[in-house]
């Protein structure tokens, strides 16, 4: 198989598709909810109200991972793969982004946060994030079960 034969059958993934789904089926499922309790005007209700707090960070998310995947695309080197939205096996967790480049596996997470990023180093035990005082660990652990980190 030759090189632009093998990049055809190559998907990539697509950046935001796990968070768009959820967002889609949260909101389907509070719209039917809605139309069940109140089957005369519950399309006025969902019409007039604004959609929960609950349901619109997930759309906010995808759009952030779709910038992410935008930005990279423009700034990678052209030897980089990118691939987008890969799920960890035996969990509901995903990885935004893994770019794949001549210096090695980067592991990209797309989120909004705010403050110093530190990482503590104890002499004994594992590697500590934390950003803006707060404990990020949790995707380094999702990260380790894989061994993708140290």
Request: hydrophobic share 35%; charged share 30%.
């Amino acid at each position: 198989m030759g090189i632009d034969e093998e990049s055809a059958d190559f998907n990539g993934g697509t950046a935001g598709a796990s968070a768009r789904r959820e967002h889609e089926r949260r909101r389907t499922n509070r719209e039917m909810r809605v139309r069940e309790k109140h089957p005369r005007f519950g399309g006025m209700l969902l019409a007039l109200s604004n959609d929960p707090n609950y349901e619109t960070v997930w759309a906010r998310a995808a759009g952030g991972e779709e910038h992410v995947a935008k930005s990279l695309g423009k700034r990678l080197n052209e030897g980089t793969v990118l691939l987008h939205d890969r799920r960890i096996p035996g969990t509901r967790t995903n990885i935004d982004h893994i770019a794949v480049a001549p210096s090695g596996v980067w592991v990209i997470d797309s989120k909004r946060y705010k403050g110093k990023v530190a990482v503590s180093k104890p002499l004994f035990g594992k590697a500590k994030l934390t950003i803006g005082g707060r404990d990020k660990n949790t995707p380094l652990g999702a990260l380790r079960a894989l061994r993708l980190t140290q």
